[in-house]
C-alpha cells in the first residue's frame, strides 16, 4: 500500500492568504456587478479578472506596496 502522507499537499502562509482573499473579494465584485450594475458580462469580467490578478499575480514587499501594485493593475486593466 503506498504511503499516503507523501500525496498530501503542502500549504504555505502566502498561499493560503491569496486563497481568502479570493473567497472575500472575488463573490463581492461578481455580486457589485451583477446585482449592483445589473450587467452580467461586466459581473464575468470581473469575476476572472479577481481571480486572475489575486490568484496568479504574486507582489512582494510589505502589505502598502501589494495594495499598490494591485491598485495599479486595476487602474492599468481598466484604462486599456
Known amino acids: 500500500m503506498p504511503d ?3 500525496a498530501l499537499p503542502t ?3 502566502p498561499a493560503a492568504m ?3 482573499r479570493a473567497v472575500v473579494v472575488i463573490p463581492s465584485l461578481f455580486a457589485l456587478a451583477y446585482e449592483g450594475f ?3 458580462q461586466m459581473a464575468l469580467f470581473a469575476a476572472f ?3 486572475a490578478s489575486l ?3 504574486a507582489f512582494g514587499g ?3 506596496d501589494k495594495l499598490v501594485a494591485h491598485l495599479g493593475l486595476a487602474v492599468t486593466a ?3
Open 11 to 13: 500549504w504555505s502562509v
Open 55 to 57: 490568484i496568479f499575480a
Open 38 to 40: 445589473g450587467n452580467l
Open 62 to 64: 510589505t502589505r502598502r
Open 78 to 80: 481598466a484604462s486599456g
Open 4 to 6: 499516503l502522507r507523501v
Open 49 to 51: 479578472g479577481g481571480f
Open 18 to 20: 491569496r486563497a481568502a
